[in-house]
DNA sequence: GCAATAGTGTCTTTGAGACAGTATTGA
DNA sequence: TCAATACTGTCTCAAAGACACTATTGC
């Protein structure tokens, strides 16, 4: 390690972390990097990288500039999930790693992967590989944060396509909670509903057509 | 500013702040103090410290030093609400605040105050004064958190001295919720409880005795 | 007895869950 | 017509809310 790159042992490294979730017919996915330098390189992580004070304004600037850097890729809100910190925790030393949380659309998904130079992966939450550092935790307690939201009926509308069926978007919920809901409930609760808008637009195909829906704009799941 | 405290532009500056809450017969409080020190010298701000690396091994850790050393108390749980961040939030720089809340159970409340060197003091929170850099959005944050635990009937109980009654729970509660609680439903919801015991002692008074209760051991607020 | 607080019973309403039923398309 | 999927209706049950009622103490 050169000297410039030499980091006073009193003050910790400060990174952020991104569970970066998407969805497609096989269910909920997140994605994964293969880490291309020490430590653990080569090993699969989630994407983040070291804070910036001279260029990120905040924190969640950070995870954007990762995101849109390294992933480019854009996303509407990104939720602050916890705090990771201590001294073993990266070979490093002391570090403080914030993670975050983001859903892209399904339009991105693939965007995402193709515009890489790194080696990026959406892996199915059945089959994560080993982690680097503590990352199999901090997947586990942005899930768990997800989870929890969906359980609550806050929508998770930015994995959803610009149009979606009610359908599709009892699928997703279904994905994310790991279970199956029963669909008069799933549609007795929406119509109260004001974060999904209906549209004129029906769904072909070989039954009958189902009704597109929208998000409204500004919603916020985050909240 | 000395050579010695000069901290480089590309570490920013890393510290906790607590929300340390308490009650007493008007209601919850939460606990302030007069800063001894520049920046905002004087003002009424959350407890904290900066982050120590070689004496805390976690954020968390360096949270309860604080509460430790400057306020002579230790909680049995502290729980991680969420991080501050960005160049504009402490005049000292770029700068990083580990946001924490505890809950002091009554005996406990007055101690704090007693063994103090700083000022601090308990602040109903409708009585709240003008507080330095974020703190008020922080208390907030704090604050909103506390209520979603006890709207979901997660009981307060590290707010509760040894021994209390129904009653008494029922108005801790409400002082955090802001709002009156009926008192059927509210114990309707705690026979399914196992987080309190029934003890066979009572409250003596002009009038009916009310049952003692007490949390049990190795309750988790934090869940 | 009365005042004061502890504690219970019960009616109504709300919403979740389960599941059967109807509706609309292409072939 | 049938298969397939969209969508709705309805019954049951559990819990929330409101509020009246009974219980036990000191005076």
Redo the contacts between chains.
Sequence with gaps: MNRSNH??????L?SVDIALFGSDEQGLKVLLARRAREPAVSQWALPGGV?R??ED????DAARRVLRDKLAVSVPQIE?I??F???DRDPR??S?A?LFAALVPREQVNAVVKTQVQAVEWFSLQELPPMAFDHAEQLSAALTKLRTRVESYVLPLHLMPERFTLTDLQRTCEAILGRTLDKSVFRRRLKGSTDIIELDEYQGGAQRPARFYRAREGFDFTG
């Design positions: 980091r006073p042992r009193l003050y910790p400060v804070l004070p001279l304004a905040q924190l969640v602050q916890r705090v910190s201590g001294a030393g002391w403080i914030v």
